[in-house]
């Protein structure tokens, strides 16, 4: 039997990364605590997304989006319990606001490095962090479309998230190991600033740009 894609969490990131996953033909289980709140959602989506408990909607996952607080992130997760060996697809920004965002990670040095840490079983790979919830929506942006990158430890794991965000209309972009999740939780934190305090407002990503080979300066 085919595995399934997961979201656990359906605010703005969650519901706008199942909008973009069922318009790029994919089916997906949605976990909330109440899935009676995503009636709406469901009827949106039609029959590519069910919604359910997190533990119901993980029960087949091979690959789970995780997209709450980053507090509640662990506690998401034991409680939706995906099964060992799943990708864990780690959204999630640990930010402070005071005159603007602060990152605060825990311990580990990552929300991504904490969830590995509580779930060894699971692979962890950070992505989809980066950028505001319009662009998990529609990642087209003025001069084509917005880089992804992605971060873990686990190769093949990073490479399925990578080919993921490819179908999804992202550039994917190799982002390294795990430990470079810290860097992609900053990165979040200089995004806020410029959408929210630099003028460049909410429709904007970064992107890699490469200057052709050979062209002269
Ligand atoms: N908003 C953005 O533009 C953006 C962009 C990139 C990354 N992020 C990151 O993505 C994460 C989600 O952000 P968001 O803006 O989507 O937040 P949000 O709109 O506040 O939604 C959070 C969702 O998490 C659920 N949730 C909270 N605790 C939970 C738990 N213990 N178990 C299961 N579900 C739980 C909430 O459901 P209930 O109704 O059950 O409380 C809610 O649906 C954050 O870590 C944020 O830093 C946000």
Redesign the pocket.
């Known amino acids: 039997m085919p595995k399934d894609l997961a979201i656990?969490?359906?605010?703005?990131?969650?519901a706008n990364l199942a909008r973009r996953l069922v318009a790029s033909g994919h089916s997906v289980q949605l976990?909330?605590?109440?899935p009676a709140?995503l009636a709406a959602l469901i009827a949106e989506l039609g029959h590519a997304a069910r919604a359910a408990s997190?533990d119901l909607a993980c029960r087949n996952a091979e690959l789970v989006f995780l997209?709450?607080?980053?507090h509640?992130a662990v506690?998401?997760v034991r409680?939706a319990a995906p099964p060992a060996g799943a990708i864990l697809v780690d959204?999630?920004?640990p930010?402070l606001f005071v005159d603007g965002p602060i990152w605060k990670p825990p311990a580990e040095g990552s929300t991504a490095a904490q969830l590995q840490a509580a779930f060894p079983a699971l692979r962890v790979v950070k992505a989809?962090?980066?950028?505001?919830?319009e662009l998990h929506a529609d990642p087209m942006l003025r001069g084509g479309p917005a880089d992804a990158f992605v971060a873990g430890d686990d190769a093949a794991a990073r490479q399925r998230v990578l080919g993921l965000a490819a179908a999804m209309g992202f550039v994917p972009r190799d982002a390294g190991p795990l430990r470079n999740a810290a860097v992609l939780e900053n990165l979040?934190v200089l995004w806020i600033q410029l959408a929210l305090h630099g003028g460049l407002g909410r429709e904007f990503s970064f992107r890699c740009e490469q200057r052709p080979a050979g062209e002269a300066r």
Do not use: I, Q, W
Not at 31 to 34: E, I, S
Not at 67 to 70: E, G, H, Q, T
């Open positions: 656990v969490g359906l605010g703005a990131v969650g976990g909330a605590r109440r709140d997190p997209a709450v607080p980053a509640a506690e998401a409680a959204c999630n920004n930010l989809f962090n980066h950028f505001g919830a979040a």
